[in-house]
């Protein structure tokens, strides 16, 4: 046989296999794979409603999304002592 039909035939046979577990484990749920969660998460900017005193205002924010669960988180830096503390706060359903 010729080498390029040989390395041709492994090669389609690997694609094949990877798309057929890709098939399953995309049907069962199991999204657990780190090749799985490329993609997984959106940063998006927006306005959020913000509770004061006198009235409610709009404050810009950056908003973390899980397309898998659709779980958001907002993202909060203080200044504390000096240092700053960032971290990403679950948004409640």
Known sequence: MNRSF???LILAILC???AIAY???RE???ISNPSFQVGRFVLESGEYLA???TAERRLPGIF???TATGKVWKYTANV???QT???WVPIPE
Request: no cysteine; aromatic share 4%; hydrophobic share 30%.
């Open 51 to 53: 509770p004061s005193h």
């Open 64 to 66: 973390k999304i899980d």
């Open 23 to 25: 098939g399953r484990a």
């Open 80 to 82: 504390a002592n000096k």
């Open 28 to 30: 069962s749920g199991d």
């Open 85 to 87: 503390i960032e971290k």
């Open 6 to 8: 040989v390395t041709f």
């Open 16 to 18: 094949s296999t990877l």
